[in-house]
């Protein structure tokens, strides 16, 4: 169970990250992607990420 729940979270926290840098216009791919440029989708990749970080912590425990 705790390696799921690292496993999940390190690919939630990779997922929120990717989204952060498409909302911020850091990262600009794919190029055909709406996400990029649009502030919703940094905020919505913070709180993602957010919780990848409790799933891993509560994986390590």
Excluded: E
């Excluded at 992607?33 to 919703?40: D, H, K, T």
């Excluded at 905020?43 to 390590?60: K, N």
Aim: net charge positive.
């Amino acid at each position: 169970m705790a390696r799921s729940l690292s496993i999940i979270g390190f690919l939630a926290l990779a997922i929120g990250l990717l989204w952060i840098g498409q909302g911020t216009g850091a990262i600009a791919w794919p190029r055909s992607s709406s996400m990029i440029n649009q502030l919703q989708w940094a905020g919505c990749g913070a709180v993602l990420g957010a919780v990848g970080l409790v799933l891993i912590w509560q994986g390590s425990r």
